[in-house]
Structure formats: C-alpha cells, structure tokens
C-alpha cells in the first residue's frame, strides 16, 4: 500500500482547529489500516515525525430519501500526534 491510499483526506472542523496549536492533526483514513502504516503514511507524505496515534471508527449515519432510508458509508478517522521536535505541517498552518 502506498501512502498516498493510507490517508484519504484532512477532517477541517473546529475541533480539529483546536489540536493545531498542540501539534494534533485529524485524518480520514482507509478503514483496513493500522497504527503502525498511518504513522509511516504521515511521516514519508509530510516530512514530520510522529509521537502517537489514535484511530477511532466512525458508523455511518442514516439517511432518508422519500421512504427509502439506508447509512452512508462507515470511516476511521486518526489523530496523529507529532513530536515536540518536529516541524508543523506546512498545509495545515496556511489554514490558521
């Protein structure tokens, strides 16, 4: 697998504002993928070194249209936390 399949897209909401100034940067990420690969993910496409992750799994919400209802699609999102070291990453802080 290669990076670029790992991490799918940045969660850009206010609490995910809030873990910028901490060095805590929210992912959506490929449901199959462990701690271990989100971190080299991160690490080869950003430059940056990573302290931890956390992934949880997000259920999909039910939707109705008419009288037919089903769930969107279920994901996992990952907070990866970065050494005190490491450098910000450069994306994220064009949005502050």
């Known amino acids: 697998m290669f990076a670029e399949d790992i991490i799918l897209k940045p969660v ?3 609490k995910g504002y809030d873990g910028i100034a901490d060095k ?4 959506i990420v490929k449901k199959d993928a462990n701690k271990i690969q989100i971190k080299q993910a991160v ?3 950003f430059g940056v070194e990573v302290a931890s992750v956390n992934t949880v799994t ?3 919400k039910l939707k109705r249209m008419g009288r037919h209802e089903g769930y969107t ?3 996992k999102k990952a907070i990866v936390t970065l050494k005190e070291s ?3 990453i450069a ?3 064009s949005l502050t």
């Open 43 to 45: 690490e080869s496409l």
């Open 91 to 93: 994306f994220f802080e």
């Open 12 to 14: 850009l909401t206010e």
């Open 73 to 75: 699609p279920d994901c």
């Open 86 to 88: 490491s450098k910000p």
């Open 58 to 60: 997000c259920k999909g």
């Open 24 to 27: 805590k940067y929210t992912f």
